[in-house]
């Protein structure tokens, strides 16, 4: 009965951060902000042989099938909105079994790479050790433990990295208000 189309994959989320409120504020500042966001998105996105599978206003869901395609598009995306005009976004990037239907994903590797997601700041990169494995023993990506994380909805603890290579900004624990929280005992480390 499961005749599901069920595969591996790498998932990329990405959020704008604030967007409702840049809105409120300066509607056509915001506009031309998610414009960049979108045309960056799409081009970054061909260049690295990824799948826009959902884009959702002020953030997308991205598939790949290869880890280091996926961290440099991450590296880019972040690098072009850091030009003007400047875009506050959060990527949060996972590996695991997907399930498609028609043309949305689902399954709980989809939901943990969202979870990270929230966790991140702007023109951050937040990757789980699923993807710090695959990437360690590659010296261009630099990487910061940041801890452990239990996740609403998900059973096991994720314990996610932060990418610190030049220009990116690497969250404080203080400062990541998503849809997680940190196990106690533990701190940030710096990985060389």
Do not use: W
């Not at 002020?58 to 290869?66: M, R």
């Not at 030009?83 to 028609?102: A, M, T």
Request: aromatic share 8%.
């Amino acid at each position: 009965m499961d005749n599901l189309n069920r595969h591996i994959s790498i998932i990329l989320y990405a959020d704008i951060v604030g967007y409702t409120s840049m809105m409120q504020k300066n509607e056509q500042l915001a506009l031309s902000k998610l414009k960049h966001f979108e045309v960056t998105i799409e081009e970054q996105t061909k260049k690295h042989d990824g799948e826009l599978v959902k884009a959702y206003g002020d953030g997308c869901l991205i598939l790949f099938s290869s880890v280091l395609s996926a961290i440099k598009c991450a590296i880019n995306i972040q690098k072009k909105l850091r030009q003007d005009p400047y875009v506050p976004l959060r990527i949060g990037i996972h590996i695991g079994e997907i399930v498609r239907k028609d043309l949305d994903v689902f399954g709980d590797s989809v939901n943990i790479a969202s979870r990270i997601e929230s966790m991140g700041i702007g023109n951050s990169i937040l990757i789980s050790s699923d993807i710090y494995f695959q990437i360690k023993n590659h010296p261009e990506f630099k990487t910061v433990k940041i801890g452990n994380f239990s996740f609403k909805n998900i059973e096991r603890d994720i314990q996610l990295y932060a990418l610190s290579n030049e220009g990116l900004n690497v969250p404080l624990i203080s400062d990541m208000k998503g849809k997680g929280n940190q196990r106690k005992g533990l701190s940030l480390l710096f990985n060389e």
